[in-house]
């Protein structure tokens, strides 16, 4: 009899769950005297994963989206919600946060961001590394309604030291170390974090990077890189960082014009021009994520990138105890916002916070849409319009007409505030 490691069954049965074989995943039917938990009606959805837009109601049971219909009898409902014709969208999720709180020097409880971002899932994007993921697991995660995943930096203690730099010395990027930790927490975790700005890694050239790619491989297990830029050592250096990426590896920052120590400007557009590196990277899979923070997002980058090939495939904000307190404002909608004048719909800026972060995260059955049997996860916005300014990271600013307003969220059925459920439940 073949033998089966403890790698392969974690991942057998995680493929079995996405695919809804495991018998514990049958959804009970429900019969015509059976109510929804929760009905939330007079819903202007938008739903890119489904080409979905119109008014609709939306009936929740045991957690998941039940029912999506034009109209639903309240009188089918133990508990109704109106959400007064506002944007209802699957949950938005942030592929790039810091929600360690009391572990990470810059995390921010992920529960106290919903009221600003409508963020039903988010990613610790590097706060813990290989010793203190452990506890983020342990005391942080199971005691929030947010749904959380995270990147484990390739630095072991992660972002615990900020804003001393984590990788000035080299010997903190421990590929063994960071193995075990990504491999041990393969439910949650989904790969390898690594800063690659000058002033994050000194003169270390590609080295952090390396090592991280290392440990994901060595961990056995699907795992990604999250890779952060922004003021790189030298300019030849981002072309070897692009390079490096794999298919479906995350370059985060990636519309960042922040300069190096020496005040050059050395990321994916330089003097103007789009990298080929970065086109090549983009058109072997790279994800590029906004990841816009107090510091990380250029429009004059951004549109150039754009108009030369590379936008974006996900929409995140960055948002820590510091970037929150800066002008360009990095809650998720407002940074979703930011795109609406520059060339996207609102469908498309919609899918870049919702189906296309689902994409990478790979680990919740239907997460970011609003299908049948999907977890009820909804984002309720209002779409503000009239004259507004937007500035980024560098005090450029641009004018827009339309911006987002986070109105309610659901996370696994159960509203922030009322209606409450009884017995209330954390999903």
């Not at 029912?67 to 699957?90: F, Q």
């Not at 080299?170 to 990504?182: E, G, M, S």
């Not at 795992?223 to 003021?231: D, E, N």
């Not at 007409?401 to 986070?406: G, M, N």
Request: proline residues 6%.
């Amino acid at each position: 009899m073949t033998s089966v490691g403890r790698r392969d069954f974690l991942f057998g049965s995680s493929a079995l769950a996405a695919a809804g074989a495991l018998p514990g995943l049958a959804r009970a039917a429900m019969g015509p005297n059976d109510k929804f938990d929760l009905l939330v009606r007079n819903a202007s959805v938008l739903d890119p994963s489904q080409n979905l837009a119109g008014k609709r109601d939306i009936g929740i049971r045991y957690g998941l989206i039940e029912e999506l219909d034009a109209s639903i009898a309240p009188e089918r409902a133990n508990r109704l919600m109106d959400a007064g014709g506002k944007l209802v969208t699957p949950g938005l999720i942030d592929l790039h946060a810091h929600t360690y709180p009391f572990g990470s020097a810059v995390g921010i409880p992920a529960d106290e961001l919903v009221s600003h971002q409508c963020t039903t899932t988010v990613v610790s994007a590097g706060d813990a590394g290989a010793n203190n993921i452990a506890a983020w697991r342990r005391f942080i995660v199971p005691g929030g309604r947010t749904r959380q995943f995270a990147f484990v930096h390739i630095a072991v203690a992660g972002l615990a030291g900020f804003p001393v730099p984590e990788l000035y010395n080299i010997d903190y990027a421990q590929v063994d170390a960071t193995a075990r930790a990504v491999a041990e927490n393969a439910d949650i975790v989904l790969g390898v974090k690594v800063r690659m700005s000058e002033n994050v890694i000194a003169r270390h050239g590609a080295e952090p990077l390396r090592r991280a790619v290392q440990a994901c491989v060595a961990s056995g297990v699907p795992a990604k890189l999250m890779v952060h830029i922004g003021g790189v050592a030298d300019r030849a250096l981002m072309s070897q960082i692009l390079d490096l990426l794999r298919p479906g590896d995350i370059l985060t920052h990636a519309f960042s014009g922040a300069p190096n120590i020496a005040g050059d400007f050395t990321n994916i557009v330089q003097d103007g021009k789009l990298l080929p590196a970065a086109l090549a990277a983009k058109q072997r899979g790279v994800v590029f994520d906004v990841g816009h923070g107090g510091g990380s997002f250029d429009y004059t980058v951004a549109e150039a990138a754009i108009a030369q090939g590379c936008p974006p495939d996900t929409i995140s904000s960055d948002v820590h105890v510091f970037s929150a307190n800066t002008p360009g404002m990095p809650y998720l909608p407002w940074v979703m916002s930011k795109f609406l004048h520059m060339g996207f719909s609102l469908a498309q800026v919609v899918s870049m916070a919702t189906q296309a972060p689902a994409r990478a995260i790979a680990r919740v059955p239907k997460l970011g849409t609003l299908q049948i049997g999907a977890p009820a996860d909804l984002s309720i916005l209002e779409l503000v319009e009239g004259a507004v300014s937007f500035v980024d990271t560098r005090n450029n600013r641009r004018e827009g007409k339309a911006f987002l307003k986070p109105a309610g969220t659901i996370t696994g059925g159960v509203a922030y505030g009322r209606p409450y459920q009884a017995p209330f439940s954390i999903r």
